[in-house]
């Protein structure tokens, strides 16, 4: 059962949520413009071109947006012109900006359009929302954010259904003071670089992979829904 929101809650969510994201977004865009600078031409002599990874998101109300990450990875392939696996193309400079965090960085120009907040759900891949039961699909109501709870309370470290949990937690509950604290709570976990990825494995995992793996549905479901997901 979803509580009642205080009405202060609502006002914040409604009417001073998006002008503080602007403010905040723009002003951290003008103050870091050094960093993206020189990150772009590291990442540029590194990996190469393009230095900005562009992939559709599902955001407010499961609506598209292309969300916008420095590059991390190389796109080596195999004999068959199929991408290598994340850990093969995870090099260490990539890896330290994951770990840092700074591949993030552009999704600041993603809040100052509209298409998230600072504080809200992780956007998550495309093929995931198609494994989203109906309840999970809730976390979709507000704008995707930057960091959430989910991320100051393990990140990639606990198990899809915490995050989840705590996604839902925060969609019952936007305050003012709540995003603060987030806010606040995540820059610790960035200097500390905790919680980048899941245990044993290179990357973040995917929920469709996450569900299989588990066996929380069979192979043939699993190859279903990815087929429906692609055919969208």
């Not at 494994?131 to 990639?156: C, D, H, K, M, Y």
């Not at 259904?161 to 603060?180: C, K, S």
């Not at 610790?188 to 670089?193: L, S």
């Amino acid at each position: 059962m979803v509580p009642e929101r205080r009405g202060g809650a609502r006002l914040y969510q409604r009417y001073f949520k998006r002008p503080l994201d602007i403010l905040l977004a723009g002003a951290a865009l003008i103050v870091l413009s050094p960093l993206f600078l020189v990150l772009a031409l590291l990442v540029r002599r590194k990996l190469g071109a393009p230095v900005i990874f562009r992939q559709m998101r599902p955001g407010l109300n499961g609506r598209l947006f292309p969300l916008y990450k420095f590059r991390s990875m190389t796109d080596e392939r195999d004999a068959t012109g199929a991408l290598l696996p994340d850990a093969l193309r995870l090099t260490p400079f990539g890896a330290a900006l994951r770990s840092t965090s700074l591949d993030e960085l552009p999704e600041l120009w993603n809040v100052l359009c509209g298409h998230m907040s600072l504080v809200g759900p992780r956007p998550q891949l495309i093929r995931d929302m198609a494994f989203f039961s109906p309840e999970v699909l809730r976390r979709q109501s507000v704008w995707p954010g930057l960091t959430g709870l989910a991320q100051i309370n393990g990140r990639n470290s606990i198990s899809w259904e915490d995050r989840f949990a705590w996604d839902l937690r925060y969609v019952e509950g936007v305050t003012f003071a709540g995003d603060i604290y987030i806010m606040w709570r995540t820059a610790g976990k960035i200097f500390t670089r905790a919680d980048i990825a899941t245990a044993g494995m290179a990357t973040a995992e995917d929920y469709g992979d996450y569900l299989l793996r588990t066996g929380r549905i069979g192979r043939a479901e699993y190859e279903r829904i990815i087929a429906e997901a692609e055919r969208r």
